[in-house]
């Protein structure tokens, strides 16, 4: 049987990085805007960093909800 402590570790670190990972595609996002001549590389830019906020904002919930203990009964 796994160690309790650490699938909490695990899981902990899953969240922090996807939160990472965000914040990286974002931070990318945001130079490709401000880099790009053409609009076009532009709107890509746009999209990622949009993109990359709603993972910020979505995905470590989801997990957090998905890994919840149940309630005792």
């Known amino acids: 049987m796994t160690d309790p402590d650490a699938t909490i570790r ?12 965000g914040a990286a595609g974002a ?18 830019g746009t999209a990622l960093v949009l993109s990359a ?6 995905v470590p919930r989801a997990l957090a909800q998905r890994w919840r203990t149940p309630p005792a009964e």
């Open 10 to 21: 695990n899981r902990y670190l899953a969240i922090t990085a996807t939160r990472l990972a």
């Open 27 to 44: 931070l990318l996002g945001l130079v490709l805007i401000a880099r790009a001549d053409a609009p076009i590389p532009k709107v890509i």
């Open 53 to 58: 906020l709603l993972m910020i904002a979505i």
